[in-house]
């Protein structure tokens, strides 16, 4: 077996840190390097490796910092973003600084080291996007595309993205703001009761990152198959099986209603009719091939893949949704409920 060593940035956050625990497991990584910006994070992570791992402070802002971190190393895992809708649009030059020029100089920094591999996680709001976090993200997207195209020229490493959807129990989702309602008696707060979204667990995530490393040719964009719920189903699980674990009961807990927020989506879309021209179903994904193939030269072929249906788009709520039984399933499957008799 070949002995590889990997980097990840934005190892402090939640997809971050999950796939350092995940490469705990996998011997063909002889060396992990996490790369993180917040320095109480980092210090965290040490003390929770204990020297498995090495960390260091880095800003995906500062190209030549990148490169020196990058030198021996043969995979990059990018998971570092400004990741809050919120925020990324009060301050959009900030989000243009990190989430598009940083990935500008990952690629930069990737192919100055000669990285082989270059993984970039991308989110469900890059499709058609309402918001400067998911236009941001749809760049970064587009970045890695064109950084195949030029590396063909120059025998360079393999750039490719994974899409997400939301991430259950990450840092900003809306399972631990509503476990943190839930847990001072509510109300627990809905933006919109029909509204349905793409859910996945961390493991999930992380599935779909380490199986998208071995699959990549180049350029392409790795999506889930997702389950889906809807948003009022997933508050009404976690009342029913949370508010006894603090001592409450399900019924004295309020559901509000507040209205979709500037910039919301009613539904999410992880796949536009244009790019089901140019993807292919796998048992477990979709591959969605770069739009300019003529400039990569390379023939895409995957083990039993099928042609995606043409104009066949993939939204949220237009797949069958979770029951609530499901969700709960679901949620103590993925380690964010307990299980019944806990």
Do not use: W
Not at 131 to 159: C, D, P, W, Y
Not at 175 to 204: C, E, K
Not at 330 to 342: F, T
């Amino acid at each position: 077996m070949n002995k590889k060593n990997i980097t990840v940035t934005g190892c402090c956050g939640t997809i971050g840190h999950a796939l350092l625990q995940a490469l705990a497991g996998l011997p063909q990584y002889t060396e992990v390097l996490g790369i993180d910006n917040n320095e109480s994070g980092l210090f965290a992570l040490e003390q929770e490796f204990q020297g498995k791992f090495r960390f260091a402070f880095g800003d995906m802002r500062d190209a030549q910092r990148l490169e020196s971190l990058f030198a021996g190393m043969d995979v990059v895992l990018h998971t570092a973003a400004l990741k809050h809708v919120a925020s990324c649009e009060l301050s959009p030059s900030e989000a243009v600084k990190t989430n598009i020029l940083g990935v500008s100089n990952v690629i930069e920094a990737a192919r100055s080291a000669g990285v082989g591999r270059v993984l970039f996680t991308s989110s469900d709001k890059a499709v058609n996007p309402t918001n400067v976090m998911g236009t941001s993200k749809l760049m970064g997207e587009r970045l890695m595309s064109a950084a195949q195209a030029s590396a063909r020229r120059h025998e360079a490493g393999l750039f490719f993205s994974t899409r997400f959807g939301n991430v259950l129990g990450s840092h900003g989702s809306v399972f631990p703001l509503f476990q943190q309602q839930i847990a001072r008696g509510g109300p627990v707060t809905l933006t919109d009761p029909d509204m349905t979204r793409f859910v996945m667990s961390t493991r999930d995530a992380v599935n779909l990152v380490l199986e998208s490393l071995d699959l990549a040719q180049g350029g392409e964009v790795f999506v889930s198959k997702m389950r889906t719920l809807r948003i009022a189903d997933l508050a009404a699980v976690m009342v029913d099986c949370l508010a006894p674990y603090y001592g409450l009961r399900p019924e004295d807990i309020s559901i509000n209603i507040i209205g979709v927020k500037p910039g919301e989506k009613f539904y999410e879309e992880l796949l536009t009719e244009e790019e089901s021209h140019r993807s292919l179903q796998l048992k477990n994904f979709y591959v969605i091939l770069p739009a300019f193939r003529g400039l990569y030269g390379v023939d895409y072929r995957y083990e039993n893949a099928q042609p995606h249906e043409k104009g066949q788009v993939y939204r949220s709520h237009e797949q069958t949704l979770l029951s609530r039984e499901e969700i709960a399933a679901y949620l103590r499957e993925s380690g964010l409920l307990p299980h019944k008799g806990a």
